[in-house]
């Protein structure tokens, strides 16, 4: 029984939920070894160690969907349950194995990665509603934050020690698991109201999840440039040092942070602007980043960049999770929108490549000068949308 039903749920089962977001996290344990990766396999290609942090990604893309079709035949929780066996796969190279078994256990860990990922959300939206489900989804963008550079942390403590221990760090998923097994509850395979059926239509999901992914698609096509060319880009033009760099994309994880935590005061106030407002911020942050000469404009542009980061994902996944016709078809509709935010952030070098040929830059900052325009277009678009459109479905209802 849910929230739906008049149950309401105390804080074992919203830490117990909030776990589920740590396994999203867990691939950036990984990422500090990989240097020490490379020197001890040192007839493996650069292209090849690389895989061991881009393999999840493309798995994302297949695997989200999966997991929204996975839910339709056995419950949320046994879905995450499933997803957290194969993400613990990713603890065998601690002990042996070489190259190709790596890559292997990265595919197999990848598959549980990509279903886990839609579900941490659809685990929120499943037994929350109302502005209980925003704080959470808020906490939840807020707990992934923090597990990012915790988990990274931790991967390269144990890296200094040895490579194969960055591996041990897997074994955060049995904890992880014993919680989700024992607190979090099993509310069934959901059935269809049928809603749609009986209108005669046929349809499961609302044009208000397309837009979602669409939008999600060309946002993560450009934003995830903010944090690949940081370094290259304090580099350069000889701002700072790598230390420095490290330091402006903490501030932008600690904005996040604050940003999940708030979420739901600000999707209060902004109501039906708060995805295209918090969007709105991201452009901003890119304006800043691109125009600044010196680090502390790069860490007001990180502050900025946070907040946007850490508004707009909880406010476009509830937005996605809301275009169904049917609450049964909520877990696939959040497994569609992941997909096409993951198929952004694999394309994104070779649309932004696109886009630099196409507009003819070939400045230093112009990812960010690509990302800045786009964004901040969008933003101001979907603004104009929801102020016109939006007033004439209120009238209508």
């Known amino acids: ?84 066996a194969l993400i613990f796969v990713g603890v065998f190279p601690a002990f042996f194995g070489g190259m190709g078994f790596i890559i292997a256990t990265r595919v197999i860990f990848g ?9 941490a959300s659809a685990v929120v939206t499943d037994l929350f509603e109302g502005s209980t489900k925003d704080t959470m989804m808020g906490w939840k963008s807020a707990v992934g934050a923090a597990a990012g550079v915790v988990f990274q942390s931790l991967g390269g403590i144990l890296t200094a020690y040895s490579w194969r221990y960055a591996f041990l760090g897997f074994l955060l998923v049995i904890p992880i698991v014993l919680i989700v097994l024992f607190v979090l509850p099993d509310t069934g395979v959901k059935t269809k109201v049928q809603t749609a059926e009986k209108k005669g239509d046929g349809k499961k999901f609302t044009s208000a999840l397309f837009i979602c992914g669409l939008v999600g698609f060309l ?60 969007i709105l911020l991201v452009g901003c942050a890119f304006g800043i ?43 696939m509709a959040i497994s569609i929108y992941v997909c096409c935010t993951g198929i952004g952030q694999f394309m994104s070098a070779y649309i932004l490549r696109f886009l ?8 230093g900052r112009a990812d960010w000068k690509i990302a800045c325009v786009s964004i901040i277009t969008g933003a101001v678009i979907g603004l104009i949308c929801l102020a016109v459109f939006g007033n004439k479905k209120e009238a209508n209802a």
């Open 1 to 84: 029984m849910t929230e739906r039903t008049g149950k309401k749920y105390g804080a074992a089962v919203k830490a117990a939920t909030l776990c589920v977001a740590l396994l999203m996290y867990t691939t950036s344990m990984t990422t500090p070894a990989l240097a020490e990766i490379a020197k001890a396999f040192p007839d493996a290609s650069g292209e090849t160690v690389k895989l061991i942090s881009s393999i999840p990604s493309l798995m994302l893309c297949i695997f989200s969907l999966v997991s929204g079709w996975m839910t339709t035949k056995i419950s949320i929780k046994r879905s995450i349950l499933v997803a957290s």
């Open 111 to 119: 598959a549980g990665y990509g279903l886990v990922f839609p579900l």
């Open 356 to 363: 630099r040929n196409v507009s003819g830059m070939t400045e």
């Open 219 to 278: 946002l993560n096509a450009v934003q995830f440039s903010y944090m690949q060319n940081m370094a290259m880009f304090i580099a350069a033009d000889e701002i700072g040092s790598a230390l420095d760099a490290a330091n402006v994309l903490s501030t932008f994880t600690a904005a996040s942070f604050v940003a999940g935590l708030i979420y739901v005061g600000f999707a209060k106030i902004f109501k039906k602007f708060t995805p295209a407002l918090a």
């Open 289 to 331: 980043a691109m125009n600044a000469k010196s680090l502390p404009m790069l860490f007001i542009s990180a502050v900025v960049f946070g907040f946007g980061f850490g508004f707009t994902n909880p406010s476009l996944t509830l937005k996605a999770a809301s275009g169904v016709t049917d609450g049964a078809y909520t877990p």
